[in-house]
């Protein structure tokens, strides 16, 4: 079956950076874009990353242009997303996602 496993959350100030893992399996990776979101303290969603199957090509929305990076490494089945320049308003649980399939989630909060 489908397993999403989120790492890398923490605690941060404004400005810090991390970098968030998930590993995968259950599926062929290598044939799947892979997404990023994150649910806010305030329960909403919002999508964050998206990469195509390939890793060359890389999808943001404006909130976090700039700042988060989205990468994979389809020999490991593995999908990261580095965070750098964080704000408070980035403090959320971040989800790997693949077709309606949730990990447990990390929680990034960002705070002085």
């Known amino acids: 079956q489908v397993q999403l496993v989120e790492s890398g959350g923490g605690s941060v100030q404004p400005g810090g950076s991390l970098r968030l893992s998930c590993r995968t399996s259950?599926?062929?990776?290598?044939?799947?874009?892979m997404f990023w979101v994150r649910q806010t303290p305030q329960k909403e969603l919002e999508w964050v990353a998206a990469i195509n199957t390939g890793g060359t090509n890389m999808y943001y929305p404006e909130s976090v242009k700039g700042r988060f990076t989205i990468s994979r490494d389809n020999a490991k089945n593995m999908v990261y997303l580095q965070l750098t320049s964080l704000k408070p308003e980035d403090t959320a649980v971040y989800y790997c996602?693949?077709?309606?399939?949730w990990g447990q989630g990390t929680q990034v909060t960002v705070s002085s």
């Open positions: 259950g599926f062929t990776f290598t044939k799947h874009w």
């Open positions: 996602w693949h077709r309606g399939y």
